[in-house]
């Protein structure tokens, strides 16, 4: 099996800046794209970054210039530094990260989630 933990989140005034961490665990041969997701109530989740194996970077139109998303694979470790958060910001990341099996095969695994606050 595979576990997906994300940790970072928190309260924090706008312009401030925050550093998410997702770590997998488990059954893994090898991790393909990782990425973060944003999710805010009556909206569907949205993509924030990702990052491919070999470092390629996507990011939404949002936060362009604003966040930066990176990866250590021997750690099997995303990371999104988000600085200069605006209050539409808030919302609860998820770290998505697809997952080579060591019996082969690749899955999606998403984390429980961690809830972001941008006050004005």
């Known amino acids: 099996q595979v576990r997906v933990v994300e940790s970072g989140g928190g309260l924090v005034q706008a312009g401030g800046s925050l550093r998410l961490s997702c770590a997998a665990s488990g059954s893994i041969f090898s991790i393909n794209d990782m990425g973060w997701y944003r999710q805010v109530p009556g909206k569907q989740r949205e993509l924030v970054a990702a990052i491919t194996s070999g470092g390629s970077k996507n990011y939404g139109d949002s936060v362009k210039g604003r966040f930066t998303i990176s990866r250590d694979n021997a750690k099997k470790t995303v990371y999104l530094q988000m600085s200069s958060l605006k209050p539409e910001d808030t919302g609860v990341y998820y770290c998505?990260?697809?997952?080579?099996?060591?019996?082969?095969?690749?899955?999606?695994?998403w984390g429980q989630g961690t809830q972001v606050t941008v006050s004005s």
């Open positions: 998505n990260v697809e997952v080579i099996s060591p019996i082969g095969g690749g899955s999606y695994y």
